[in-house]
């Protein structure tokens, strides 16, 4: 699997392999709106492979490849502040295509659920975010409830607006019938 680096086989890879791992993470990198970095340390194939089909859903996608690669692809893809070797543990990558809030989301979750992914940080854009900054990201709301509350906070002033110029016309109805049954 083009891309993967398998936990069960200790083989070395070969050049024409780390190439072509290089290859696919800097496509992956560049596409990526974001790349979160996870610690997968004794989790489950079984998890592994739900973890992969709960980001599908959302364009997102999880690779495990060799600390030293991804150092390689980071190293000269300009990404900053980051150094792997701190990491003391095997690190997956969760890139996230199209909305990093609802990926970071997903992950947060599924990490709460499966206690050996935790996530150590990650990329938004070139800059890295530590782990706190990305739980605060998976903390926002989605998209659409954002959109909801932009929606509710401009309409409140108008439907009060409206509330209150209906009152000035019932008003002044209550009081042109109240001239009317006195003439009467």
């Known amino acids: 699997i083009c891309g993967l680096y398998p936990l069960f086989i200790f083989m070395p890879l070969t050049r024409e392999q780390k190439q072509n791992i290089l290859k696919d993470l800097t496509d992956k990198f560049s596409r990526a ?9 004794k989790l489950p194939v079984s998890k592994t492979m739900e973890l992969r089909r709960n980001l599908k859903l959302i364009n997102a996608e999880y690779k ?13 893809g300009h990404f900053k502040d980051v ?5 003391k543990t095997q690190v997956g990558i969760v890139f996230s295509y199209t ?3 609802a990926t970071a989301q997903s992950v947060w979750k599924f990490s709460k659920v499966n206690e050996t992914l935790k996530i150590l940080g990650g ?19 989605s998209r659409d409830i954002l959109l909801w509350q ?18 000035n016309i019932r008003n002044l109805v209550s009081v042109l019938n109240n001239i009317k049954t006195k003439r009467s």
């Open 123 to 141: 990329f938004l854009g070139f800059n890295w975010q530590d782990r706190d900054k990305i739980l605060v990201l998976a903390k926002l709301p």
């Open 99 to 101: 909305d990093p809030v």
């Open 150 to 167: 932009l929606v509710r906070t401009i309409a409140t002033p108008l439907s009060g607006l409206i509330g209150v110029l209906q009152g």
């Open 64 to 76: 495990v490849t060799k600390k030293t690669l991804i150092s390689r692809v980071l190293r000269f």
């Open 83 to 87: 150094d792997l070797d701190n990491f």
């Open 33 to 41: 709106k974001a790349a979160i970095l996870v610690d997968f340390n």
